[in-house]
Nanobody, 125 residues
Framework: QVQLVQSGGGSVQAGGSLTLSCRASGYTYSIACMAWFRQAPGKEREGVAAIYTNRGITYYADSVKGRFTISLDNAQNMVYLQINSLKPEDTAMYYC??????????????????WGQGTQVTVSS
């Protein structure tokens, strides 16, 4: 089993930036891919970014391309999400996840077995 502990998040004004962090522990050797998802009130959970741990291949949702950057520090078992040019519609609870999805489903939540506790991002206009 893998444990994921998130940090970061908070309240920012539109146009600002945030970095979310997630530390993995436990059976980290089993992690093939780490990802970030978000869920806004009344909406379904959405995969926004994923990164495969062996080659660093990344995937992004169209809604965040060019603004979000996912990165890994394999030595520290950390995954980061750098969020720039924040918009009010980015307001959501953000979750990190670990699993072994096939690349076609890297942004689908059913490919992930382990989840962080969530961190709130609120963007004001």
């Amino acid at each position: 089993q893998v444990q994921l502990v998130q940090s970061g998040g908070g309240s920012v004004q539109a146009g600002g930036s945030l970095t979310l962090s997630c530390r993995a522990s436990g059976y980290t050797y089993s992690i093939a891919c780490m990802a970030w998802f978000r869920q806004a009130p009344g909406k379904e959970r959405e995969g926004v970014a994923a990164i495969y741990t062996n080659r660093g291949i990344t995937y992004y949702a169209d809604s965040v391309k060019g603004r979000f950057t996912i990165s890994l520090d394999n030595a520290q078992n950390m995954v980061y999400l750098q969020i720039n040019s924040l918009k009010p519609e980015d307001t959501a609870m953000y979750y990190c996840a670990a699993g072994a999805p096939s690349p076609n489903w890297a942004l689908a939540d059913y490919g992930y077995d382990d989840w962080g506790q969530g961190t709130q991002v609120t963007v004001s206009s």
